[in-house]
């Protein structure tokens, strides 16, 4: 997996086509309690930081399990996007493009 369009030193030998993977989550009650007193006193609000790591391994995972299920062995051009679902709730999406490399 690689954010850049090549992988230095290996050849891509076949294009798979975009492939992604997402999750959408809720925020937990506590952590919103949390959120609300670091907006008043400041810091990270680390509740939602594990939560948007966890989103981002998951539908990294995803996106993975889809390239595979095609025959790749490698994604490329690998990017994130977030957007709001509902009131308390995110998506996160991964894309890139599958590709089999030698």
Do not use: W
């Amino acid at each position: 997996m690689s954010n850049i369009e090549i992988i230095p030193g290996k050849k891509i030998v076949k294009h798979l086509g975009v492939v992604n993977g997402n999750t959408v989550r809720a925020k937990h009650v506590g952590r919103d309690l949390m959120a609300g007193l670091k907006n008043v006193f400041g810091g990270e609000l680390r509740g939602y930081t594990e939560l948007l790591q966890e989103s981002r391994e998951e539908a990294t995972a995803r996106m993975c399990e889809q390239a595979a299920a095609i025959g790749g062995n490698a994604v490329l051009n690998v990017r994130f996007s977030t957007s709001s679902i509902t009131a308390g709730a995110s998506e996160l999406l991964a894309y890139g493009t599958a590709v089999v490399v030698e």
